[in-house]
């Protein structure tokens, strides 16, 4: 089962024209990791399973329309 979960994306652009503009896009930016367990028993006993760090993401954009 996943554990609850959650990330801090955003991002922001600047238009230079009306048909150019740049940006930065950033994803995880709060490093979140993520979580998985399992049932052991009946009795509904849970233990970890595993652990997944996705790391933060940074992109660069440039966008055009035509």
Known sequence: MNEDTGQ??????????????????????????????QVLNDDLLRTGRSWFMNDRRFTFVARASF
Request: aromatic share 10%; glycine share 10%.
């Open 8 to 37: 801090l994306d955003g991002s922001i652009f600047y238009r230079v024209t009306d048909n150019f503009r740049i940006g930065v896009q950033g994803v995880n930016l709060t490093n979140e990791i993520t979580r998985t367990s």
